[in-house]
């Protein structure tokens, strides 16, 4: 199954960086509020699969990120990962 969607994270400091950065990749919905229900809204159901996350440095950015957002991003992706088969988070 080819990738239809690559999406790159790099040196994630704040949430913000990721919404950032996503919204530099690929088209956002005019109504996305940069949060994290929009953000689990928008990558389970409206963005088109396969969908892949590459984030090479995950645990650098991890320990930069306020503990809870570290946890509750983690657990989007994964709740995502069961969610739709055709999602890839892929640290390095």
Not at 9 to 32: K, M, N, S, V, W
Not at 54 to 65: N, R, Y
Not at 86 to 91: G, N, T, Y
């Amino acid at each position: 199954m080819p990738i239809k969607t690559q999406i790159q994270l790099r040196q994630i400091r704040t949430l913000h960086d990721i919404y950032q950065q996503l919204g530099e990749q690929i088209e956002l919905p005019a109504e996305f509020g940069a949060n994290l229900d929009a953000l689990y809204d928008f990558l389970s159901t409206d963005l088109a699969g396969p969908i892949q996350i590459h984030w090479p440095d995950c645990q650098q950015s991890l320990a930069f990120l306020d503990k809870k957002d570290a946890e509750a991003i983690m657990n989007l992706f994964k709740d995502i990962a069961d969610e739709r088969d055709d999602f890839e988070l892929i640290k390095h």
